[in-house]
């Protein structure tokens, strides 16, 4: 809704703490990234393929606030990085018919700028196949 952009930021960034939290705590003995990230990131590319451009607004500003978590955790980035452009992008092309005003095409031009920096700093390890991809396993 458009009157609660205050709440929307807020939420994006409790989202963000989140990801920090399930990061921090995920077990020592597992090379996975956490199944809590892994639910939250099936959960926000469904905002960024709902027709509504607020939900795309909210994924753009959700991914925005849990990126840099995402960038430190090798594993969770490995596994979601494909993924998080493929939805990004997917967003970005829904974005064209939303309002300028509402700054939707913006936001994701902003994620995806910074997709693509961990894309060409983690490029050699993403080139290397991994099965745990939801997307792109063979590289």
Do not use: W
């Amino acid at each position: 809704d458009t009157e609660h952009a205050g709440l929307r930021e807020f939420g994006a960034r409790c989202l963000g703490e989140f990801v920090a939290y399930s990061i921090k705590h995920k077990s020592k003995t597992s090379s996975r990234s956490p199944h809590a990230v892994r639910s939250l990131l099936v959960r926000l590319y469904a905002l960024a393929r709902h027709p509504d451009g607020l939900q795309r607004l909210s994924f753009a500003f959700a991914i925005g606030a849990c990126y840099r978590q995402l960038r430190e955790d090798t594993d969770s980035l490995d596994e979601s990085l494909l993924e998080l452009i493929h939805n990004t992008l997917l967003a970005l092309r829904l974005a064209q018919d939303d309002a300028p005003a509402l700054g939707t095409a913006d936001q994701l031009c902003g994620v995806l700028a910074h997709l693509k920096k961990m894309l060409l700093r983690t490029a050699d390890r993403l080139r290397r196949a991994n099965p745990r991809r939801p997307m792109y396993k063979a590289g």
